[in-house]
Protein backbone atom coordinates (compact mmCIF):
# COMPACT_ATOMS: atom_id res chain seq x y z
CA UNK A 1 0.00 0.00 0.00
CA UNK A 2 2.85 1.98 0.00
CA UNK A 3 5.25 3.78 -2.61
CA UNK A 4 9.44 3.98 -2.04
CA UNK A 5 12.07 5.07 -3.98
CA UNK A 6 15.59 6.87 -3.47
CA UNK A 7 15.69 9.45 -1.71
CA UNK A 8 14.97 13.13 -3.05
CA UNK A 9 16.88 14.86 -0.21
CA UNK A 10 20.04 12.85 0.17
CA UNK A 11 22.45 10.38 -2.41
CA UNK A 12 21.78 6.65 -1.84
CA UNK A 13 21.32 3.99 -3.82
CA UNK A 14 19.22 2.01 -1.84
CA UNK A 15 15.40 3.12 -1.57
CA UNK A 16 14.58 3.89 1.85
CA UNK A 17 12.26 6.85 1.24
CA UNK A 18 8.63 5.97 1.73
CA UNK A 19 5.38 7.54 0.72
CA UNK A 20 2.37 6.52 2.60
CA UNK A 21 -0.80 7.66 0.66
CA UNK A 22 -3.43 6.59 3.36
CA UNK A 23 -1.68 8.38 5.74
CA UNK A 24 -0.38 10.64 3.11
CA UNK A 25 2.54 11.43 4.56
CA UNK A 26 6.42 10.54 3.25
CA UNK A 27 9.36 10.03 5.64
CA UNK A 28 12.93 8.79 4.52
CA UNK A 29 14.81 6.08 7.23
CA UNK A 30 17.69 7.34 5.66
CA UNK A 31 18.48 11.03 6.68
CA UNK A 32 14.73 11.32 8.53
CA UNK A 33 13.40 13.82 6.53
CA UNK A 34 9.52 13.59 6.41
CA UNK A 35 6.20 15.56 6.24
CA UNK A 36 3.09 15.82 4.38
CA UNK A 37 2.64 16.78 0.41
CA UNK A 38 3.26 20.82 1.25
CA UNK A 39 6.19 20.07 3.29
CA UNK A 40 7.51 18.41 0.40
CA UNK A 41 6.72 21.01 -2.17
CA UNK A 42 8.13 23.26 0.13
CA UNK A 43 11.80 21.31 0.79
CA UNK A 44 12.20 20.51 -2.44
CA UNK A 45 11.38 22.96 -4.68
CA UNK A 46 13.08 25.72 -1.91
CA UNK A 47 10.02 27.65 -1.68
CA UNK A 48 7.58 29.29 1.12
CA UNK A 49 4.33 27.52 2.26
CA UNK A 50 2.32 30.05 0.34
CA UNK A 51 4.08 29.25 -3.08
CA UNK A 52 3.76 25.89 -1.68
CA UNK A 53 0.26 25.83 -1.29
CA UNK A 54 -0.15 27.27 -4.75
CA UNK A 55 1.81 24.98 -6.87
CA UNK A 56 -0.65 21.90 -5.26
CA UNK A 57 -3.85 24.23 -6.02
CA UNK A 58 -2.49 24.78 -9.49
CA UNK A 59 -1.97 21.11 -10.05
CA UNK A 60 -5.13 20.02 -8.32
CA UNK A 61 -7.08 22.75 -10.23
CA UNK A 62 -8.12 23.89 -7.26
CA UNK A 63 -8.40 27.84 -7.27
CA UNK A 64 -6.91 29.16 -3.09
CA UNK A 65 -9.54 31.58 -1.53
CA UNK A 66 -8.69 34.96 -0.71
CA UNK A 67 -9.12 37.55 1.21
CA UNK A 68 -8.48 40.57 -0.35
CA UNK A 69 -9.99 44.16 -1.66
CA UNK A 70 -11.00 44.74 -5.01
CA UNK A 71 -7.92 46.52 -5.84
CA UNK A 72 -5.75 43.71 -4.74
CA UNK A 73 -7.84 41.80 -6.99
CA UNK A 74 -7.49 43.71 -10.11
CA UNK A 75 -4.08 43.66 -9.67
CA UNK A 76 -3.79 39.44 -9.24
CA UNK A 77 -6.02 39.63 -12.54
CA UNK A 78 -3.54 41.82 -14.27
CA UNK A 79 -0.58 39.89 -13.17
CA UNK A 80 -2.21 36.74 -14.88
CA UNK A 81 -2.83 38.61 -18.04
CA UNK A 82 0.75 39.71 -18.05
CA UNK A 83 2.10 36.02 -17.46
CA UNK A 84 0.05 34.69 -20.04
CA UNK A 85 1.03 36.80 -22.25
CA UNK A 86 4.84 36.21 -21.37
CA UNK A 87 4.63 33.05 -21.41
CA UNK A 88 2.40 33.11 -24.88
CA UNK A 89 5.73 35.30 -26.52
CA UNK A 90 7.62 33.07 -25.44
CA UNK A 91 6.18 29.88 -26.94
CA UNK A 92 6.50 32.28 -30.52
CA UNK A 93 10.15 33.07 -29.86
CA UNK A 94 10.82 29.13 -29.46
CA UNK A 95 8.47 28.39 -32.56
CA UNK A 96 10.54 31.04 -34.76
CA UNK A 97 13.98 29.16 -33.28
CA UNK A 98 13.28 25.93 -35.08
CA UNK A 99 10.80 27.06 -37.91
CA UNK A 100 11.91 30.78 -39.45
CA UNK A 101 13.43 31.36 -42.30
CA UNK A 102 16.59 32.92 -40.67
CA UNK A 103 16.57 30.28 -37.50
CA UNK A 104 20.20 29.05 -38.98
CA UNK A 105 22.03 32.76 -37.88
CA UNK A 106 20.38 32.03 -33.98
CA UNK A 107 21.02 28.44 -34.36
CA UNK A 108 24.76 28.87 -35.84
CA UNK A 109 25.55 31.39 -32.92
CA UNK A 110 24.56 29.10 -30.18
CA UNK A 111 26.41 26.48 -31.59
CA UNK A 112 29.61 28.13 -31.99
CA UNK A 113 29.04 29.17 -28.21
CA UNK A 114 28.77 25.18 -27.23
CA UNK A 115 24.93 25.48 -26.71
CA UNK A 116 23.59 22.10 -27.12
CA UNK A 117 20.04 21.31 -28.42
CA UNK A 118 19.18 19.77 -24.11
CA UNK A 119 20.55 23.24 -22.44
CA UNK A 120 18.80 25.53 -25.24
CA UNK A 121 15.66 23.41 -24.47
CA UNK A 122 15.44 22.99 -20.24
CA UNK A 123 16.36 26.92 -20.55
CA UNK A 124 13.26 28.03 -23.05
CA UNK A 125 15.95 29.73 -25.78
CA UNK A 126 14.67 31.22 -28.80
CA UNK A 127 14.63 33.87 -31.97
CA UNK A 128 13.18 37.39 -32.37
CA UNK A 129 13.09 37.92 -36.20
CA UNK A 130 14.07 40.66 -37.65
CA UNK A 131 11.11 42.93 -38.09
CA UNK A 132 9.38 45.40 -36.46
CA UNK A 133 5.62 43.48 -36.51
CA UNK A 134 6.53 40.05 -36.15
CA UNK A 135 5.49 39.44 -32.15
CA UNK A 136 2.86 42.73 -32.78
CA UNK A 137 0.97 40.60 -35.24
CA UNK A 138 1.17 36.67 -33.75
CA UNK A 139 -0.54 38.20 -30.47
CA UNK A 140 -1.62 41.38 -30.88
CA UNK A 141 -4.73 40.65 -32.20
CA UNK A 142 -6.83 43.66 -30.59
CA UNK A 143 -6.40 46.50 -28.17
CA UNK A 144 -6.32 44.44 -25.30
CA UNK A 145 -4.19 42.51 -26.36
CA UNK A 146 -1.92 44.93 -27.66
CA UNK A 147 -2.12 47.04 -23.89
CA UNK A 148 -0.91 43.94 -22.40
CA UNK A 149 2.39 43.90 -24.23
CA UNK A 150 3.05 47.20 -24.08
CA UNK A 151 2.40 46.53 -20.32
CA UNK A 152 4.97 43.14 -19.99
CA UNK A 153 7.55 45.51 -22.11
CA UNK A 154 7.42 43.27 -25.34
CA UNK A 155 6.71 46.10 -26.92
CA UNK A 156 7.34 49.43 -27.74
CA UNK A 157 5.35 52.85 -28.04
CA UNK A 158 6.70 54.60 -30.58
CA UNK A 159 5.52 58.35 -29.52
CA UNK A 160 6.73 57.56 -25.97
CA UNK A 161 9.91 55.65 -26.35
CA UNK A 162 10.60 55.73 -29.83
CA UNK A 163 13.71 58.36 -29.55
CA UNK A 164 15.25 55.72 -27.23
CA UNK A 165 15.01 52.55 -28.82
CA UNK A 166 17.50 49.91 -29.97
CA UNK A 167 15.99 46.94 -30.06
CA UNK A 168 18.03 45.89 -32.47
CA UNK A 169 18.14 47.50 -35.91
CA UNK A 170 18.97 51.48 -37.00
CA UNK A 171 15.73 51.50 -39.35
CA UNK A 172 12.33 53.91 -37.83
CA UNK A 173 9.86 51.72 -37.73
CA UNK A 174 7.40 53.97 -39.98
CA UNK A 175 9.65 52.97 -43.20
CA UNK A 176 9.20 49.62 -42.72
CA UNK A 177 6.30 48.55 -40.92
CA UNK A 178 4.08 46.75 -43.24
CA UNK A 179 0.67 47.94 -43.81
CA UNK A 180 -1.50 45.02 -42.44
CA UNK A 181 0.45 45.91 -38.87
CA UNK A 182 0.36 49.88 -39.70
CA UNK A 183 -3.50 49.23 -39.86
CA UNK A 184 -3.44 47.35 -36.42
CA UNK A 185 -1.61 48.48 -34.23
CA UNK A 186 -0.68 52.01 -35.40
CA UNK A 187 0.90 52.79 -32.02
CA UNK A 188 3.70 50.03 -30.93
CA UNK A 189 5.99 48.12 -32.39
CA UNK A 190 8.42 44.85 -31.53
CA UNK A 191 11.45 45.61 -29.01
CA UNK A 192 12.96 42.53 -29.43
CA UNK A 193 14.66 42.37 -32.73
CA UNK A 194 16.84 39.54 -35.00
CA UNK A 195 17.57 38.51 -30.79
CA UNK A 196 18.69 35.51 -29.77
CA UNK A 197 15.89 35.21 -26.99
CA UNK A 198 16.48 34.28 -23.09
CA UNK A 199 13.40 33.97 -20.44
CA UNK A 200 13.82 35.28 -17.32
CA UNK A 201 11.85 33.29 -15.59
CA UNK A 202 10.49 33.62 -11.14
CA UNK A 203 10.82 31.31 -8.48
CA UNK A 204 8.04 29.09 -10.05
CA UNK A 205 9.22 28.83 -12.94
CA UNK A 206 6.78 31.41 -14.51
CA UNK A 207 8.37 33.54 -17.48
CA UNK A 208 8.77 37.18 -16.12
CA UNK A 209 10.60 39.12 -18.61
CA UNK A 210 13.26 38.62 -21.48
CA UNK A 211 16.81 39.09 -22.29
CA UNK A 212 17.65 39.57 -25.96
CA UNK A 213 21.23 38.95 -27.54
CA UNK A 214 21.81 40.74 -30.87
CA UNK A 215 23.09 38.86 -33.91
CA UNK A 216 24.64 41.58 -35.71
CA UNK A 217 26.54 44.97 -35.23
CA UNK A 218 23.38 46.68 -33.42
CA UNK A 219 23.76 48.43 -30.15
CA UNK A 220 23.64 47.32 -27.09
CA UNK A 221 24.78 43.51 -27.07
CA UNK A 222 22.56 42.67 -24.72
CA UNK A 223 18.84 43.72 -24.50
CA UNK A 224 16.70 43.21 -21.34
CA UNK A 225 12.68 43.73 -20.60
CA UNK A 226 11.96 47.01 -19.10
CA UNK A 227 10.74 47.05 -15.69
CA UNK A 228 7.16 45.97 -15.38
CA UNK A 229 4.76 45.17 -13.03
CA UNK A 230 6.07 41.70 -12.88
CA UNK A 231 9.87 42.11 -13.44
CA UNK A 232 12.29 44.22 -11.09
CA UNK A 233 15.73 43.96 -12.50
CA UNK A 234 17.59 44.20 -9.27
CA UNK A 235 15.63 41.81 -7.84
CA UNK A 236 15.79 38.76 -10.06
CA UNK A 237 18.26 36.00 -11.04
CA UNK A 238 18.73 35.00 -14.31
CA UNK A 239 18.87 30.55 -14.05
CA UNK A 240 18.03 30.02 -10.35
CA UNK A 241 14.77 28.43 -11.49
CA UNK A 242 16.92 25.77 -13.46
CA UNK A 243 18.73 25.42 -10.54
CA UNK A 244 16.53 25.11 -7.65
CA UNK A 245 14.99 22.38 -10.39
CA UNK A 246 18.58 20.56 -11.08
CA UNK A 247 17.65 17.93 -8.49
CA UNK A 248 20.83 19.24 -6.41
CA UNK A 249 21.07 19.94 -3.25
CA UNK A 250 22.56 23.97 -3.33
CA UNK A 251 25.41 23.90 -0.80
CA UNK A 252 26.84 27.01 -2.28
CA UNK A 253 25.52 28.98 -5.32
CA UNK A 254 28.25 30.81 -7.90
CA UNK A 255 27.15 33.56 -9.26
CA UNK A 256 28.16 34.67 -12.98
CA UNK A 257 27.98 37.61 -15.59
CA UNK A 258 25.75 37.04 -18.07
CA UNK A 259 23.05 34.60 -20.10
CA UNK A 260 25.84 32.78 -21.93
CA UNK A 261 28.13 32.25 -18.93
CA UNK A 262 25.17 30.70 -16.91
CA UNK A 263 24.73 28.46 -19.90
CA UNK A 264 27.72 27.03 -20.29
CA UNK A 265 27.90 26.34 -16.63
CA UNK A 266 25.14 24.37 -16.98
CA UNK A 267 26.08 22.75 -20.14
CA UNK A 268 29.14 21.14 -18.07
CA UNK A 269 27.45 20.34 -15.35
CA UNK A 270 27.58 23.53 -12.81
CA UNK A 271 24.02 23.12 -12.58
CA UNK A 272 24.30 25.54 -9.45
CA UNK A 273 24.97 28.96 -11.04
CA UNK A 274 23.08 32.10 -11.73
CA UNK A 275 23.82 34.99 -13.04
CA UNK A 276 22.99 38.97 -12.09
CA UNK A 277 21.10 40.06 -15.35
CA UNK A 278 24.40 42.12 -16.35
CA UNK A 279 24.08 44.49 -13.66
CA UNK A 280 26.00 44.86 -10.30
CA UNK A 281 24.97 42.46 -7.77
CA UNK A 282 22.01 44.16 -5.03
CA UNK A 283 20.77 43.68 -1.83
CA UNK A 284 17.73 42.25 -2.91
CA UNK A 285 19.05 39.39 -5.04
CA UNK A 286 21.74 38.36 -2.42
CA UNK A 287 18.46 38.10 0.13
CA UNK A 288 17.10 35.69 -2.47
CA UNK A 289 19.89 33.90 -2.76
CA UNK A 290 20.17 33.43 0.85
CA UNK A 291 17.08 31.43 0.58
CA UNK A 292 18.40 28.44 -0.39
CA UNK A 293 22.05 28.61 0.17
CA UNK A 294 24.53 30.20 2.93
CA UNK A 295 27.51 30.28 0.63
CA UNK A 296 27.67 32.60 -2.22
CA UNK A 297 30.52 32.32 -4.83
CA UNK A 298 31.38 34.99 -7.28
CA UNK A 299 32.98 33.77 -10.66
CA UNK A 300 32.77 37.08 -12.40
CA UNK A 301 34.31 37.96 -15.76
CA UNK A 302 38.23 38.54 -14.83
CA UNK A 303 38.47 41.96 -16.90
CA UNK A 304 39.13 45.58 -15.02
CA UNK A 305 35.19 46.10 -14.92
CA UNK A 306 34.58 41.94 -13.50
CA UNK A 307 37.10 42.93 -10.81
CA UNK A 308 35.28 46.21 -9.44
CA UNK A 309 31.98 44.05 -10.02
CA UNK A 310 33.50 41.65 -7.86
CA UNK A 311 34.83 43.42 -5.23
CA UNK A 312 31.65 45.24 -5.20
CA UNK A 313 29.61 42.33 -4.84
CA UNK A 314 31.70 41.00 -1.81
CA UNK A 315 30.69 43.93 -0.09
CA UNK A 316 27.03 43.58 -1.14
CA UNK A 317 27.60 39.65 0.48
CA UNK A 318 29.21 40.60 3.10
Not at 68 to 73: I, R
Not at 88 to 99: C, D, N, S, T, V
Not at 252 to 274: K, P, S, W
Request: aromatic share 8%; proline share 3%.
Amino acid sequence: KNYSACCPFHNEKTPSFSVEPGRQFYYCFGCGNGGNAIGFVMEYDQVSFPEAVESLAGDAGIEVPREESKAAARKQSEHAQLIDMLERAGKFYQHQIRHHDNRHTAVDYLKSRGVSGEVARDFGLGYAPSGWDNLLNALGKDSKEQNSLFKAGLVIQKDRDQNQDNGGTSDRPEANIGSQARAASAQYYDRFRHRIMFPIRDSRGRTIAFGGRVLGDDKPKYLNSPETPLFHKGSELYGLYQARKSGAKLKRILIVEGYMDALAAHQHGFTNVVAALGTALTERQVTQLRRHTTRLVLALDADTAGQAATLRGIDVVQ
